[in-house]
């Protein structure tokens, strides 16, 4: 999508394989975060999400963890499909206002 | 109609001209959302509306204007097209304010 940019940070992972992606959030006090997926030429597509009471939540093939002490968000994707390649990134927000989105990470899926 | 449509797909517009980018959601949603995306930047809010008849000002709101007259539009402005408006715009809408937002297809605009 245009979101991508020549700079943005790149993960390649082989198919099969699992993929990790990171985000720092900005925020101490952001309370509720999400990952979200665009495609080439798409909107974001919500993927999971997660708030800050949980360290943990699962989904098929994607789990999101959140460690509070260093602002820290991934996201695992087990078994990384061709289909999964695309431009991922987070999004942290206080009591629903103001989402602040970060750039993203660019995964690419090799055959 | 199935989640959020977006018109038009793209624009090529001279600048100093008037746009309106059009936004329509069929989920009932209460909140609705603009952005603006650059290359190498997220997504930047423009302006948001909590529900028909209020709207509110986003991080980068200047130059553009919206309406929310009902719950199903919620209609982007740019009065005077300037060339730094070049960008992806997504519309977005969620249940309430401050809940996951789920994004139109985009706009493409090109201001020259």
């Known amino acids: 999508g245009e979101s991508v940019g020549l700079h943005l940070p790149t993960l390649s992972v082989q198919e099969g394989d699992n993929s990790i992606i990171n985000c720092a959030y900005s925020n101490s006090a952001s309370d509720y975060f999400i990952w979200y997926k665009q495609e080439s030429g798409k909107g974001p597509q919500f993927i999971i999400d997660i708030r800050s009471n949980m360290d943990k939540r699962q989904g098929q093939r994607v789990t999101v963890l959140l460690n509070k002490t260093v602002k820290h968000l991934s996201l695992q994707i087990a078994a990384t499909q061709p289909g999964d390649s695309a431009v991922y990134f987070c999004a942290e927000t206080i009591y629903g206002q103001n989402f602040v989105f970060g750039p993203g990470t660019r995964l690419s899926v090799l055959p | 109609i199935a989640g959020i449509t977006q018109a038009p797909t793209s624009q090529i517009l001279a600048a100093g001209r008037r746009m309106t980018l059009r936004c329509t959601q069929d989920?009932?949603?209460?909140?609705m959302y603009w952005y603006r995306q650059d290359l190498g930047l997220g997504l930047r809010l423009i302006h948001y509306?909590?529900?028909?008849?209020?709207?509110g000002k986003g991080e980068v709101p200047d130059g553009y204007s919206v309406s929310r007259a009902n719950t199903d539009d919620f209609p982007l402005t740019l009065a005077s097209a300037v060339p730094s408006q070049t960008s992806v715009y997504f519309c977005?809408?969620?249940?309430?304010?401050?809940?996951?937002?789920?994004f139109g297809p985009g706009t493409r605009l090109l201001v020259l």
């Open positions: 977005a809408s969620s249940v309430l304010l401050g809940e996951t937002q789920y």
């Open positions: 509306s909590n529900t028909a008849g209020t709207t």
């Open positions: 989920m009932r949603h209460n909140a």
